[in-house]
């Protein structure tokens, strides 16, 4: 079965006026879910086909090494990370704690409740009020219901609480593993005619590698990270009332998200500015990011129905150019099966039509017209003549023989002789049959209880008689003599 998706029928009359969603990306996530090692081969594959990653690199990305990043080479900065992040863990269930649905969840409301206060002014640089968020943050990690709508709390509180919780979370929301991507993405550029590297960033590049490197992150920094950069575009949307440009909003929420934990602005160094750009052109451009490339939807579809599926986007490419040649097994086998069942159609209505011809003659009266058609059928009785489904009985013929031997063999046997010739030249032999026969045959009984046996041994017995005879009148004559 080529069904992939099940079907579930809403009784409820008012659920059925709701819109229904179509996710583009289904089979991409079934992939994920269902075969995340066949998922990461082909979205990492596609990623080293955009940015260059050395041999140690590619193996941090995919989780075979520890990712080496700046200003974490020495033992003693690896224990005391470790420490700090164990006491973040004491301190609560949702800050300091590795992120998970259910942290998410809690820290949602602070998202929601901004999405409606974008207007104040140096949101997310002016800091809140220290009591206030702390009555909030506890109130968070209890799992409490919060009504941040009664006022209570200002919306430079929920904006610096919202950076206080990505701060404190063990790596960064884009991860530790990631973190060499980032830059190497951050280096794409266009070329020159020459082939030459110019200072312009390849946008259409950039966002395509960020789509991948997104579709391999954990699920729960993936959703946070969605949710996050959708309400820093909004916030940039508003920058004429709230005086934050997307580049400023970077400037507050790389170190958050991208910068390497435990880590100082010395260890980073020139890779600052590479940082804060690269977290500019994502929240710029987060409506594109988290839609999977139209080759990757492909290759996971044609995954689940049961085609060769592409590993880069160069084999889609050199595929589109080559007229599909890849996609064409299930356009032939539908092609086949179209073609099969026309043919099928086609002599099934042939037979019916034969079948209808064949009836008609067969009803037609004796003639030599109805003769000459049925030997035409049964000179082709597998193409012509569908004699296996249509009983018929064999027209009787009438025997032309005139000779006196036949009409004593219709009296004795008391059916019509069909006479098999092999030619219309060649005629059978009349056998003649003796005046004296029929006297004898008449003295014997009714011809209806004779027998053909019975008349050869009456025949048989004459010519005895006969010889006998002869033999008589001979010895006579030599006696005589």
């Avoid at 059925?16 to 969603?21: G, L, M, N, V």
């Avoid at 041999?55 to 033992?75: C, H, I, N, R, V």
């Avoid at 206080?164 to 980032?182: C, D, Q, S, V």
């Avoid at 010395?266 to 988290?290: C, P």
Wanted: charged share 25%.
């Amino acid at each position: 079965s080529d069904a992939i998706c099940k079907f579930v029928i809403c009784n409820d009359s008012s659920l059925r006026s709701q819109p229904i969603i179509f996710n583009p990306d289904f089979f991409v996530e079934k992939l994920r879910h269902e075969k995340p090692e066949v998922f990461t081969e082909l979205v990492v594959s596609n990623i080293t086909r955009l940015i260059d990653l050395p041999g140690t690199e590619l193996a941090q990305l995919m989780g075979e090494e520890d990712p080496k990043l700046p200003g974490a080479s020495s033992t003693a900065s690896g224990f005391f990370r470790s420490l700090i992040n164990l006491k973040r863990k004491e301190k609560g269930v949702v800050f300091g704690s590795p992120l998970t649905e259910e942290g998410i969840a809690q820290v949602s409301q602070l998202i929601e409740y901004l999405h409606k206060n974008l207007r104040a002014e140096g949101l997310f640089r002016v800091p809140g009020n220290s009591i206030r968020q702390q009555i909030l943050k506890d109130a968070l990690n209890s799992g409490t219901d919060i009504d941040l709508d009664s006022g209570e709390f200002h919306s430079n509180d929920v904006a610096t609480l919202l950076k206080m919780f990505l701060g404190e979370l063990p790596e960064p929301l884009l991860t530790h593993k990631h973190f060499h991507a980032h830059l190497k993405i951050a280096d794409l550029t266009l070329f020159d005619e020459k082939g030459n590297k110019t200072s312009t960033p390849d946008k259409e590049r950039q966002i395509e590698a960020l789509q991948l490197l997104f579709l391999i992150l954990p699920a729960p920094n993936r959703s946070l990270l969605k949710l996050l950069l959708d309400l820093l575009y909004q916030t940039a949307k508003k920058q004429d009332k709230n005086k934050m440009s997307a580049h400023n909003l970077a400037l507050m929420f790389a170190p958050h998200i991208l910068w390497p934990r435990n880590v100082t602005a010395n260890d980073l160094q020139e890779n600052i500015t590479k940082l804060n750009n690269g977290v500019t052109f994502m929240i710029k451009h987060s409506q594109k990011l988290f839609k999977a490339p139209v080759y990757i939807r492909e290759c996971a579809r044609l995954h689940y129905l049961g085609s060769r599926a592409h590993t880069s986007k160069d084999d889609l490419d050199l595929l589109t150019s080559s007229g599909s040649k890849e996609l064409q097994p299930l356009k032939s086998q539908k092609r086949s099966r179209l073609d099969s069942c026309h043919q099928e159609e086609t002599q099934q209505r042939t037979e019916e039509a034969l079948k209808e011809l064949f009836h008609h003659v067969h009803n037609m009266p004796d003639s030599a017209k109805k003769k000459k058609l049925i030997r035409q059928f049964n000179k082709h009785p597998t193409a012509l003549t569908p004699g296996s489904d249509v009983p018929t009985s064999p027209a009787p013929r009438r025997t032309r023989s005139r000779s006196f031997s036949g009409l004593i063999k219709r009296k004795v046997l008391g059916t019509p002789v069909i006479l098999e010739r092999k030619s219309r030249d060649t005629t059978p032999e009349p056998v003649r049959v003796s005046k004296e026969n029929v006297q004898l045959l008449q003295k014997c009984g009714s011809p209806a209880h004779m027998s053909q046996a019975k008349l050869k041994s009456l025949e048989g017995q004459k010519e005895g008689s006969c010889r006998r005879m002869r033999a008589r009148l001979l010895s006579k004559d030599s006696s005589s003599l």
